[in-house]
Every structure is written in structure tokens, then in C-alpha cells.
């Protein structure tokens, strides 16, 4: 169930232990604030919500920011719903929210309009007006209002603190197994399949075109992919993430391959898994240059994922 943050909270979810966060990847330590929410509220019979802001509000601040989103918020809510929240609650992030201060943003919102018995958040959340609310204003303004509050310490994977930023590193850098393990599964790029230029068809390797709107941009390269198609089946491929420098004009897509799939997928929405990089895209002298780069990079992907 998906929630608006603008919206008063219908009766038999008030009275909920809310997590509370941005959650874009929903990684180790996001996941650690879900679950302390859910351990507060099991016993309490209490109802659990995950909430998470959209857009993310460093695309308020900083428009111009390249696109740096690890999921989408379809993504999140199955995160959500999987980890074992009743609802997720979405907070619209622009003007009116962002000049909220930090004493409405705790009475107004999370004790009036949402009716909230508690609130879950990392130890380093901040919110309200110029960020001037932090755990100990949360604490202090939320006590007189019968509002408890729970701060989750960050987790730390045995080198550094896990955070959405090393993700984000690591997928740059061409790194997704440290990427996967940091969020305990796969980065996955959802959207559409869309009509391309027909390439990979001539080629003998036909794809399917994703755009990646606001997904940050791993390293471009071609990747051992899984695709989750929307009748649940799952299948492996070999992607193109970039802009194909062998074609022209460049145009960036994802563009995985699918073994041994002959079926037409354009409109629906699928997930595709980044599971291994295999090498940076590259320009070919010609195209049958290409076809055995090709070949060989099915049979490199093939053998990773099996």
C-alpha cells in the first residue's frame, strides 16, 4: 500500500511505528532501521510504515545533479512490503516541505497527520527548515506530543560505514559484486522496453531497450545481466549500458540481450540485474569485429551466471 505524505493517514494505520529515511537504495543499514521499527511494533501490535521522500531532496536543492537514483519508488515499495512493512508513506519533496520547520514538521505532520506512535531513523537523519531538526530534536519535540523516537547506529560491513554513496562508488567504478553485496541484492535498472534503432536484431543479437531516466549511470560497459520479466520468469543475458560507440549517433541505453528468449517485449516493464562487468565499451573497426567481441561476451556472461 503506497501512502501520501499530504494526506491524513486513514484509521487503522494510525498509531504506527514509522521508519523513517530517504531509503533510496534500501541497503544493510536502511534495512536495519526497517527492521528495528518492526521489532518495536511486532510486540505492540502495532502497525509498520516505511516512509522515503520523492524526489529525493537533493534534486530540490541541486537540480542540476546528474541522475544518482538506485531505485525507483515501484522499486522501493516492493523493498518495503518484502522487508514487512503495512504501507509505504511518500513524502513530496519541494518547496512547501522543504521550508516546513522542524517543530510542524514533527506536530503537523508525524503526530497530527499521520497520527505516528514512534519514529525509527538513522542516527545521522535530518529534517525540517534549513535541516535544523536532527534525533535529539526529534526526541525533545516528540516526548510532550506522546511521540517516541528510536535512532538505528550505522552499519559497518568490517571496512566502513555501509552507505548509499559507497554504492553509488562502487556501481561507477564498475564494481556491481560490491555493489550487490552492500545492498543485499543486485542494482536493478527498471523501466519500459522501447523501440531502439534495430542493431542488435541485424546483428543477431535482438535486445530490449530500457531508458535509464533518473538511475545513476554505472561504469558504461557490457555486463552479465538477469532480467525479471513481468510474468516472474527470470532469465540471463549480456547488456550494453552507454552509449554503443559503434553506432551512430551515440544514444544511451541499456540494452540487455537475453539468451535463448524469442519473444516480443515492447511496453512491458522489465528488471534488469546487474550481476558482473565484463569489459568498457569500445569502438570497432567493423561489424564483424563487433559480432566476435560479442560472442565472446555471451559466452563470458553465460558461464558467470550459470
Known amino acids: 500500500m503506497r501512502l501520501n ?15 523513517l529515511g530517504n531509503f533510496d ?4 543499514g536502511h534495512q536495519a532501521v526497517a527492521q528495528a521499527a518492526i521489532d518495536w511494533a511486532k510486540p505492540e501490535n502495532r502497525p509498520v510504515i516505511i516512509a522515503t521522500f520523492d524526489p529525493h ?25 518484502a522487508a514487512g512493512a503495512d504501507a509505504m508513506l511518500v513524502f513530496e519533496f519541494g518547496e512547501e516541505l522543504a521550508t ?33 531538526g536532527n534525533v535529539n530534536v526529534m526526541k525533545e519535540l516528540g516526548a510532550p506530543l506522546g511521540l517516541s523516537t528510536k535512532a538505528v547506529k550505522p552499519v559497518n ?55 535509464m531516466g533518473q538511475y545513476l549511470r554505472p561504469q558504461y560497459g557490457i555486463y552479465a545481466v538477469k532480467g525479471r520479466l513481468p510474468d516472474g520468469r527470470v532469465v540471463n543475458g549480456a547488456a550494453n549500458l552507454g552509449i554503443r560507440p ?9 540494452e540487455p540481450h537475453f539468451f535463448d528468449l524469442n519473444e516480443d517485449l515492447y511496453g512491458k516493464t522489465v528488471e534488469v540485474e546487474l550481476h558482473h562487468f565484463l569489459r568498457a565499451e569500445k569502438k570497432f573497426d567493423d561489424l564483424d569485429a563487433l559480432i566476435e567481441q560479442m ?3 555471451c559466452e563470458r556472461a553465460r558461464s558467470l551466471l550459470s
Request: net charge neutral; glycine share 10%; proline share 7%.
Open 100 to 132: 516546513t520547520t522542524a517543530e510542524d514538521f514533527v506536530k503537523k505532520l508525524l503526530v497530527e497527520r499521520f497520527g505516528a506512535a514512534a519514529i525509527v531513523t538513522g542516527e545521522d537523519f535530518t529534517f525540517g527548515k534549513g535541516r535544523a
Open 5 to 19: 505524505g499530504q494526506n491524513r493517514i486513514s484509521d487503522e494505520l494510525r498509531g504506527a511505528i514509522i521508519a
Open 246 to 254: 559503434s553506432f551512430d549517433p551515440p544514444k544511451e541505453l541499456l
Open 295 to 297: 560472442d565472446k561476451d
Open 57 to 81: 531532496p537533493v534534486r530540490h536543492f541541486k537540480p542540476d545533479t546528474p541522475p544518482f537514483r538506485l531505485t525507483t519508488l515501484d522499486q522501493r515499495e516492493r523493498l518495503f512490503m
Open 157 to 211: 560491513d568490517g571496512e566502513e560505514v555501509i552507505s548509499s554513496s559507497r554504492i553509488r562508488e562502487a556501481l561507477k567504478s564498475g564494481d556491481p559484486e560490491t555493489a550487490t553485496r552492500l545492498l543485499t541484492r543486485p542494482f536493478a535498472i527498471e523501466g519500459p522496453i522501447i523501440h531502439g534503432d534495430k542493431n542488435g536484431r541485424k546483428l543477431g543479437f535482438p535486445t530490449a531497450n530500457i531508458d
Open 25 to 28: 537504495g534500501f541497503h544493510k
